[in-house]
C-alpha cells in the first residue's frame, strides 16, 4: 500500500489510503474510493489531516471544517440510516404483516400468529407463505432502502472475489468453536440465554409439514434467511461503516443484528456468529464469507435441538456428544491452518480521525437510543407477556 504523509494528505489521497483493502481486487478499492469521493454524499467523509478546511454555508458565512466535524456529520448521518432501517424491520415484522394474516382469513383459511414468538401457526402452506413473507419484508425492504441511500456500487457493496482463502476456513473454524462454547453454556446455565429459542419452534413445525412443504420451509429457514441477513448487515451497511473503522463497523453491525431479534435467547448467539462474519467478509474480501457462516451458525443450532430427541450414547446425552463433535471439527480446523503457517490479517483502521470512544458516543447518544428502546420494550413483551 502505498504511504503518504498524513501532513501533506489531498483529500483524493486520503480516501486512497483509507479505502484500499489488501484481500479485494483493484476494481473493488477504485469503486469504492470514487463513492467516498462522491460529490452530496452525506454518508462519506475525506479530509486532510492536521490542516482545517473552511466551508461557505450560506446565511451563516465561512464555517470551519475541520476532519474530525465532517467524519462526526457522516457518522451521524450513518445513525439516522441504521434507525431507519432497525424501525423498517420491526414494523415488517409486527405491522406489515397483519394485512397478509387478515387477507387470508378473509378467504377462510386457517391460520393465527403469534407475536410473543413471531410464528404463524394453522394450514401449513399458509404457514409457509406467511413465514417467506415475513423474512422477505423484514430482511430485503431494508436492504433496498440502504442500498438507495447510500448510493453504494453492487460490486462494493456485496463483494464476492475471495481474497483471502485462509481467512474463509479461519471464520469457519471459528464460528465451529464459537457456537460449541456458546451451546455448553446454554446447557449448564440455568438462564438459557444463548440459545436461539425460535429454533425450537422452526423444528416442531417442521415435523407437522409434509415433506416438500418442509424442505421449502427449511431451505428458506437454514439458507435464503442466512443470506438477506448477510446482505442487510454485512452488506452496504457494513462497506460504509468500515470508513469508521473496521471494528467499529465489526461491532455496530454485531450490536444491530442481536438487536433487531429484541430475543434474550438468541442475543449471545447472534452477537458472536456477527462478529466472526464481519471479521471473517473483511478478512477473506468476500461477503460469501459471512454467508457461510450464518448457515453454518442456524444450521448446526438446528441440529443441536433435533439431537435431543436422539438417544443417549454410553450414558452421554446425544447433544453433548453433538457439541465436543463440532467443537473438535474447529478446533481441527485451526491446527490445520496454523500447520501451513498462515496469519489472520492485521485489523489496521485507516483514514478514521475520531477516536472509538467519541464514535461510541456519537453511536449511543443519537436516534439509535430510540431503537434501542425500541427493541428493549420487544425484549420485555418477549419475557413477560
Partial sequence: ????????????????????????????????????????????????????????VDGIGLCENTSEKREKTALKNMCVLI?????????????????????????????????????AYGNQYAVLLVFIIEGILKLLLPVLIARKA?????????????????????????????????SFLRVYLPTNIFTANNTALIYKLSLNMDVGCAVIFLIFELIVLPVLMELLFHGALFQALRQFGVSFAVLVTAVLSAAVMHNPFSAGTVLITSVIAGYGIWQSGSVFTGIIVHIIGRAMSFALYSSKDLPDINGIPA?????????AAGLLGWLLLSGFGSKVLSM?????????RTKLKIL?????????????????IEIFV
Fill in 1 to 56: 500500500m502505498k504511504r503518504f504523509s498524513y501532513s501533506k494528505l489531498s483529500e483524493e489521497d486520503e480516501a486512497v489510503l483509507s479505502s484500499d483493502s489488501p484481500v479485494k481486487d483493484d476494481e473493488y478499492n477504485k469503486g469504492y474510493r470514487e463513492w467516498r469521493l462522491s460529490e452530496n454524499n452525506p454518508f462519506v467523509f475525506s479530509g486532510n489531516r492536521f490542516r482545517k478546511l473552511h466551508t461557505y
Fill in 83 to 119: 434507525t431507519i432501517i432497525a424501525v423498517m424491520y420491526a414494523l415488517a415484522e409486527n405491522v406489515f404483516i397483519l394485512p397478509v394474516i387478515m387477507l387470508m382469513k378473509l378467504f377462510g383459511i386457517e391460520i393465527s400468529y403469534s407475536f410473543h414468538e413471531n410464528m
Fill in 150 to 182: 447510500l448510493k453504494m456500487p453492487a460490486k462494493t457493496a456485496y463483494p464476492v472475489r475471495m481474497g483471502s482463502k485462509w481467512a474463509f476456513f479461519a471464520a469457519v473454524s471459528s464460528v465451529l468453536i464459537g457456537f460449541a462454547i456458546m
Fill in 319 to 327: 447433544e453433548i456428544i453433538f457439541m465436543l463433535l463440532v467443537f
Fill in 348 to 356: 489496521k483502521d485507516y483514514g478514521t480521525f475520531l477516536s472509538m
Fill in 364 to 380: 449511543f447518544t443519537g436516534p439509535v437510543v430510540a431503537v434501542l428502546i425500541l427493541y428493549a420494550i420487544l425484549v420485555c
